[in-house]
């Protein structure tokens, strides 16, 4: 029987160059992965802008797109602040023409204050921020589905905007809103999203957020397959618990905390493949659909080979 669950890399855009950023999007590709996600960030975080420089999101998927053939290309998430949802809508059409249907379409609302101010960006409240998203994706998707499109909400407005072409995905690309937050993130992402990513979440933690969602949608007449539920992960793996201890250990010594507290934090799947087929299959069994790895400072390609060979073809 067949699953259905896919599986991308996040990809950092952060200190590599293009060709780099290329080679490693076609290896994902060839080794069967389903997307390649880049984060929409003017700034590094954590990091010196002046020595690891960072490639804008939209205009590197863009070029990506040109790169590749078949892997679907996403934002993890676009930052609903930086561009008015009218001109956004606009640039996410481009690029599902250009990527010949391949776009997954992530959008947030926005939170890293340093880039916000340096590049002169109002960051309002979360309430406000929140707001706006809710508007801003009801802006997208007239634009992607109406000849001409009229909205006039609190924050954004467009009056008979015309939109040509439109996206190749019919109705139109998968609007994934990232956001985990029970009070205003998950009513937001039930009333007017796809699909919710929730970033370094355990099990239990999703098990909880998928039972709220899910109460969420029955309040706005919608079940629960009506929304595509994703995950964001750090993933461990490796063929002997040896190699796998030794990795975890490298990231936590480069943090100088602990493998536990890392654990702690981060909420890993780590393991061989085995205990990542399980791991994975509980997720599953909870309705996440989509997994989305990070392979934190992975030196070479073998542990997204390995997953690519002894996990993902039991889940799919």
């Not at 880039?115 to 998707?141: C, F, Q, T, W």
């Not at 905390?257 to 799947?269: A, C, D, F, G, M």
């Not at 030196?299 to 073809?313: G, H, N, Q, R, Y």
Request: proline share 5%; aromatic share 8%.
């Amino acid at each position: 029987m067949t699953r259905g669950v896919k599986f991308g890399v996040k990809l950092q855009q952060i200190n590599i160059s293009f060709e780099d950023l290329a080679s490693k999007s076609r290896s994902c590709e060839e080794l069967g992965y389903d997307s390649v996600w880049l984060v929409d960030h003017l700034l590094p975080i954590g990091d010196n802008p002046l020595t690891f420089p960072i490639l804008e999101c939209w205009t590197t998927l863009s070029a990506l797109s040109v790169r590749t053939s078949r892997i679907r290309l996403g934002t993890l998430v676009t930052c609903n602040t930086f561009r008015y949802p009218s001109l956004l809508a606009k640039m996410a059409s481009t690029m599902d023409v250009i990527s010949k249907g391949r776009l997954e379409f992530g959008i947030g609302a926005g939170w890293f204050k340093p880039e916000h101010d340096a590049y002169g960006i109002s960051l309002p409240n979360m309430s406000e921020r929140a707001a706006r998203l809710r508007e801003a994706v009801r802006i997208i998707k007239l634009m992607w589905t109406q000849e001409k499109a009229s909205f006039q909400g609190q924050y954004y407005s467009v009056k008979e905007a015309i939109n040509n072409p439109k996206p190749l995905q019919k109705p139109h690309p998968t609007v994934w809103i990232g956001g985990q937050g029970e009070k205003i993130m998950l009513p937001l992402i039930a009333e007017v999203g796809d699909g919710v990513n929730m970033t370094w979440i355990s099990q239990e933690q999703c098990a909880a957020k998928i039972r709220v969602l899910d109460s969420l949608l029955e309040k706005y007449g919608r079940k629960p397959q009506d929304l595509k539920k994703s995950i964001q992960n750090y993933l461990f793996i490796a063929e002997t618990e040896d190699k796998l201890n030794a990795w975890m250990k490298r990231i936590a010594d480069k943090r100088s905390i602990s493998v536990e507290e890392l654990i702690q934090k981060n909420k890993p799947i780590y393991g061989t493949p085995d205990t990542v087929i399980e791991q994975l299959n509980r997720y599953v069994d909870l309705g996440v659909s989509h997994f989305i790895f990070v392979f934190p400072g992975a030196t070479d390609l073998s542990p997204m080979e390995l997953f690519s060979d002894k996990v993902a073809p039991s889940l799919r």
